[in-house]
């Protein structure tokens, strides 16, 4: 039999301090990296029906930031804007973390999508998927709710 005593000094109650308000609370958002204005972009809906949150840059330039600050589950972009294009985003995200899932939304261009392969290849990219543009909605959800279950979010789950 221990005294209550002992087992104060044998098992000493550690109080652990609250999280500091220094550090920003985690999280789960999904970067868009977009050159377009469009208001109401379909991915935007689809993350904000599957509740992950959405984050907006417009260029490689833009995303270098917010990889840092935001640490986002994946990466959706344009394979070939306007102002932008998907290659630079590759190297960018290679740069930051090669695992992070990314997902280009293409035109089907089959030239594109041998480079998409050739680039992911070169610079270590392990999760690089592609989709025709944002009519592909199951493709959209799919990559989603694998990102967001990969990235902890197990109140996501596939149907």
Known sequence: MVHIGTAAFLNPVVELNPFSDRLDPVRHAVLIVRDTDENQDPVDAICGFLEIGAEHASSADDLRPLLRGIHPIAIIADLDGKHQD?????????????????????????????????????????RVATVIGTSDIGGLVDFLCHAARDSGMTRLLRV
């Open 86 to 126: 998907g290659y630079h985003i590759m190297k960018t995200v290679a740069a930051y973390d090669p695992d992070l899932p990314v997902l280009l939304l293409t035109d089907g261009n089959p030239a594109l999508l041998g480079a998409v392969d050739a680039i992911a290849e070169l610079h270590g990219l392990t």
